[in-house]
């Protein structure tokens, strides 16, 4: 039955509001079918939203279901930590450690919260090897690019099916045009160093086809598999920030950093709509 829900929108991995990531939270998400949470989040047209329900878990805080336009997704960074916020907004509250922890189809998330400064803790990834000859053909065809420009590649799977691909340069990163009818099933996230005088150590960018929106602002998920695979091939330190969303005109900034062998992947949160939507 259509009723009033406590709706919010937040931006995710930006210091300045509105230059982030956008995410829609319904809040209160019981009694909604799995057909009425698709289609409400293709009518968003958002990269992604996100409902909010009771855990199942009972280490859980809450449990979130996270949705694209067209499909649902086991777990996805910046959905997490805006979910997180979202949820503390309406009531929640953190823990004495300062953890939120979050139930989803992947598992237990567990989320740090330092004012409005949110990091969650990288899932393991379920697929992580080499990229063969001729997906890397057909990624530098789809980037415009020469094969011999792909530095190093990896699958970096972690809910989303991210191929990670490192360019030598932030710059070759930004000039890049991809052809998005090209792009299919392929999810790619490109990353490249900045030089020692950048406030930023890397640009990302992430690519994906199947969905109205094709090239995303700001991504919690790739980072946190990007972050993975350079720390383990020397290409990053233990602690970095990444940039994204420039050649959108966002200011995204993604902070890595490292506890043990505990990867987190964190940015600022601001909570930018507050009311209620009837579904």
Known sequence: MTRSRRYSEVDVFAAT?????????????????DADMQQFANWTNLAETTFLLAPTNPQADYRVRIFTASEELPFAGHPTLGSARA??????????????????????????????RFAFQA?????YEAV???????????????????????????????IGIRLHSAQDVLELRP???????????VVGPYGPEATAQFEVRAFFGGDAVWEDPVTGSLNAGLARWLMDTGAAPANYVASQGTVLDRQGRVHISVDGDVIWVGGHVSACISGSVLI
């Not at 509001?17 to 079918?33: F, K, M, Q, T």
């Open 179 to 189: 052809d998005p009818a090209q792009l299919g099933d392929l999810e790619i996230g």
């Open 87 to 116: 949820w503390l907004d309406s009531g929640g509250a953190v823990s004495p450690d300062g953890v939120v922890v979050q139930e989803c189809a992947a598992g237990l998330v567990s989320i740090r919260v330092s004012g409005d």
């Open 17 to 33: 509001p509105y230059r982030g990531n956008p995410l829609a939270v319904v809040h209160d998400a019981e009694g909604l079918s």
């Open 132 to 162: 063969d000859e001729s997906h890397l053909q057909r990624i530098a065809d789809v980037l415009g690019i020469r094969r011999e420009e792909i530095l190093d590649s990896s699958w970096i799977v972690n809910g989303p099916r991210w």
């Open 123 to 127: 899932p393991p990834l379920t697929r």
